[in-house]
């Protein structure tokens, strides 16, 4: 089976982070969860950016806020995609550090960036990645999908 990691810079991330569990849980992807700050625990992240492959991790998340560092290291270390999820944190000045540090990366070091705040597109988009490769999640993502489509003509219903 596929694994995603999903890592945060700290424990304060876990609330919009857990969009990201929840949803790949619902995919029933098998997923690692852990905090790996790239400022506090630079070894960490090391042997985690550079290892995660090895335990069969195909995708990682990487939620961060202020500096946000860890999704654009984890990338110069990793040779696996990696989604950026800015995270609007008490030290942000309105998420908009967090949001360029992620998503301004240099040439041959991608970052996939999602919204402010956006786990749950994180979790989706990671999904759609192990899906390429796994009929089972593939199906579970169209189902998804048609589910929203299936909610906006409910939503419609009994309009003007």
């Known amino acids: 089976?596929?694994?995603v990691a999903i890592i945060m810079g700290s424990k304060s991330d876990m609330p919009v982070m857990q969009d990201a569990i929840d949803i790949l849980n619902g995919f029933d992807v098998e997923i690692e969860v852990d905090i790996v700050s790239a400022h506090r625990t630079p070894e960490k992240l090391f042997e985690f950016s550079k290892n995660a492959h090895k335990r069969g991790v195909k995708v990682i998340i990487a939620g961060a806020g202020g500096a946000a560092h860890l999704p654009g290291m984890v990338a110069s270390l990793s040779p696996l995609p990696i989604i950026g999820v800015p995270v609007k944190s008490s030290n942000s000045i309105d998420?908009?550090?967090s949001i360029l540090s992620i998503?301004?990366?240099p040439g041959g070091v991608p970052v996939a960036t999602v919204a402010l705040n956006g786990a749950k597109n994180a979790g989706i988009l990671a999904a759609q990645i192990i899906g390429s490769s796994d009929q089972c999640v593939l199906d579970k993502v169209i189902v998804y999908k048609e589910g929203l489509k299936v909610k906006v003509?409910?939503?419609a219903k009994g309009l003007i």
């Open 1 to 3: 089976m596929s694994k």
């Open 95 to 97: 998420g908009w550090d």
């Open 103 to 105: 998503l301004q990366m």
């Open 153 to 155: 003509e409910e939503s």
